[in-house]
């Protein structure tokens, strides 16, 4: 049984519920209310210890950090389909989910989790503007490889999940993919994949 | 043949060097000068779009993101040694070099560069606090995994390689470990690895 600890307002928590409906695994879902502290609780520090969401539960086998629950399900469920062994392809995969974690998440996310949840006045608009900017960068990094490439590491996989995410919110923070022609129509062929779902 | 372009300032470059060394890897140096922007060169940039080191070429094959770099490198090279292709045991490494990605390196290693290399005037006294305090969390997650663990995902892997570089420069970056004995006493056990080598 597989138990994803979620809310349903997070990208990091709706890169795995697209990977496993992708992968048509069942699994039950527990919310957990981050907007109230759950993170905090005793409870879900025994599970994860720094204390974020997702976290997944493979029949007793404890898994967080978004990225790597996405290499460890490609790995589990889908040795051929959207995750591979084969040292190179699996390098490339690798590359763009850190990518992910370092350069893309850290601008993107943040720029929507401020522009989205926190007040105008509380909100420090340089910082914010920052972001902004840091995610433009990260997105012309990505548009320059997918103008010759139609996934991020060869066929659809778990990178383009990872990437994903919070680039379908960007807007949402403040950064317009109107410059960015080739993440639009990426961003389209991942809307056109089998088992697809919508953060929302 | 294989190629790494590499500072010898970088923790991240580091996680290449010391993994390469363990696995015994023949290859050659390209120092990129990123105090002189040289990864901004166009000939840089076209082997990695974002800019940074380190980068591997193997072969031909262009690969970045340090921690990206030890994964392909495990499983191009050592399946059964610093790596492992066993589901949980996989899924564990790829959990801690994330975490690693997402929480440790950003606050130490940002913490030790400017602490090292910003002149003190030019430093935010208020920002820089912050990414210690981030870093002495982080080294608490750390160090609560270590007291019943001794390495972070079984034996020894490149999830400690990935996760030690920069905790082995932490107080350079005005973090002790002092507070964190289960850390400290890791630190000692990978610096007892075969084939280990020290930063600098």
């Known amino acids: ?31 957990v209310d981050i907007f109230k502290g759950e993170q905090n609780s005793p409870e879900f520090v025994a599970l994860n210890p720094n204390r974020k969401i997702p976290v997944l539960v493979d029949n007793g086998f404890v898994i967080w950090e978004s990225n790597a629950i996405l290499l460890y399900l490609g790995k589990r469920f889908s040795p051929n389909r959207i995750y591979s062994d084969e ?19 850290p601008a993107l996310a943040r720029a929507r989790f401020m522009t989205r949840f926190v007040p105008e006045e509380a909100r420090d608009p340089k910082e914010l503007e920052a972001l902004r900017e840091s995610g433009r960068v990260a997105l012309g990094v990505l548009n320059e490889h997918l103008k010759e490439n139609e996934f991020l590491a060869g066929s659809y ?7 994903f995410a919070y680039v379908s919110t960007a807007e949402e923070g403040g950064v317009s993919l109107s410059d960015f022609p080739a993440v639009k129509r990426w961003c389209e062929r991942v809307c056109s994949q089998p088992g697809y779902i919508p953060i929302y």
């Not at 997070?10 to 890169?15: H, Q, V």
């Not at 190179?88 to 370092?102: A, E, M, N």
């Not at 996989?157 to 990437?163: E, K, L, T, Y």
Request: hydrophobic share 35%; proline share 4%; aromatic share 10%.
């Open 1 to 31: 049984m597989i138990r994803l600890y979620d809310h349903p307002l997070s990208g990091n928590c709706y890169k795995v519920r697209l990977a496993l409906n992708q992968l048509g695994v069942e699994y039950e879902k527990v919310t």
């Open 87 to 105: 040292p190179k392809t699996f390098g490339r995969i690798c590359q763009w989910l850190l990518f992910g974690k370092t350069t893309l998440d």
């Open 157 to 163: 996989s778990i990178a383009d999940i990872g990437c």
